[in-house]
């Protein structure tokens, strides 16, 4: 049996995102066990293969187990693999963290920035736990987790300072349906996941509008731009933009229907308030949580995004969504950069 056959991976938590990637990574051999907050969902998961809270239409691989015990979870993990808002990864993490083997790679499936410190997941991982960056991996790409749950086609990025490590893991969640490749540049999928949240948010309000498809692709298209101008300042390729984690999910962000971020701007745009938004989409929409931190970066960094300080303003109800909506077009022309 080959090494990724024998593997056991420590999935946290039991969302819709931890859930999928949970699924890849059974359907490809690697022994699973997922960790649940609740033990209503935990249980279901070990006795009739189902998540109630999040697809309980779907058989989940009877091999993959539950647990509400993070130690148990943990035990002789390879990979622990994390799927928790990026806001309370820190608070979480230290919890979790006495329980890390020595060798275990952790494996950040976070689309989002931490308010107040400004940093990327994996800046948040090795901070809390104290191990190397090259033990920190990041998975990113255009994953609809509904689409992955029904077996559709998909492909991702397995990004690590550590080729090594980026290969072992891209082997443990390789299947017939998902396709995943590998990079080293950590920063540039972190980016590329979190920016596109708040793209999408200006995406989404636009449909609510009905301002058209054209204003659609102008969003995407310059927020692609202000999503690389950032984070090309901060260190990245900015090949990796144009690649999976970067334009590939921008574009599935943004597109479809099934993306929380999206569904969350179209409340906006249609007059709901941020609340009631948040109430209407039930799900943690990382994009509301990381536009204001995001901007700060964009600040640090000598960055201009538009887009990005608009959507803020809009958050933090600075401008109303006809002064947001004005503001985007209202900029001076320039080259196209």
């Given at each position: 049996m080959s090494q990724h056959r024998s593997a056991r991976a420590a999935v946290f938590s039991a969302g819709?995102?931890?859930?999928?990637?949970?699924?890849?990574?059974?359907?490809?051999?690697?022994?699973?066990?997922?960790?649940?907050?609740?033990?209503?969902?935990?249980?279901?998961?070990?006795?009739?293969?189902?998540?109630?809270?999040?697809?309980?239409?779907?058989?989940?691989?009877?091999?993959?187990?539950?647990?509400?015990?993070?130690a148990a979870a943990l035990h002789r993990a390879d990979y622990l693999v994390l799927s928790i808002p990026a806001q309370s990864l820190r608070t979480n993490l230290a919890?979790?963290?006495?329980?890390?083997?020595?060798?275990?790679?952790?494996?950040?499936?976070?689309?989002?920035?931490?308010?107040?410190?400004?940093?990327?997941?994996?800046?948040?991982?090795?901070?809390?736990?104290?191990?190397?960056?090259?033990r920190v991996a990041v998975l990113s790409g255009p994953n609809l987790a509904r689409e992955i749950m029904d077996g559709q086609p998909a492909a991702a990025t397995v990004a690590c300072p550590d080729e090594d490590a980026a290969r072992r893991f891209q082997q443990a969640c390789h299947t017939s349906y998902f396709r995943p490749y590998t990079s080293t540049d950590v920063i540039g999928c972190e980016l590329g996941g979190a920016v596109k949240n708040v793209i999408a948010l200006a995406v989404g309000i636009a449909s609510g509008m009905g301002l058209g498809d054209n204003a659609s692709a102008m969003l995407i298209t310059r927020g692609l731009a202000e999503t690389t101008r950032l984070a090309v300042a901060m260190g990245a390729h900015p090949a990796t933009l144009a690649g999976l984690a970067g334009l590939g999910d921008l574009v599935a962000t943004c597109s479809s229907p099934l993306s929380r971020n999206r569904t969350f701007g179209t409340h906006l745009g249609h007059g709901l308030s941020v609340e009631q938004a948040t109430a209407a989409t039930r799900q943690t929409t990382e994009g509301v949580k990381s536009a204001e931190a995001i901007l700060a970066l964009a600040h640090a960094h000598g960055v201009e995004m538009p887009i990005t300080q608009v959507i803020s303003a809009l958050l933090y109800e600075k401008v109303t969504l006809d002064e947001a909506a004005a503001a985007l077009m209202q900029r001076p022309p320039k080259p196209e950069r």
């Open positions: 819709s995102w931890g859930t999928a990637v949970a699924k890849i990574l059974a359907d490809a051999g690697t022994n699973v066990i997922v960790h649940a907050r609740r033990d209503e969902i935990a249980e279901a998961i070990n006795t009739v293969h189902r998540n109630p809270g999040y697809f309980p239409d779907v058989e989940l691989p009877a091999s993959l187990a539950a647990t509400t015990d993070p919890l979790w963290t006495p329980h890390i083997g020595p060798y275990t790679l952790i494996v950040s499936l976070m689309k989002g920035i931490e308010l107040g410190s400004g940093e990327r997941a994996s800046q948040v991982i090795t901070e809390v736990t104290g191990v190397s960056a090259d």
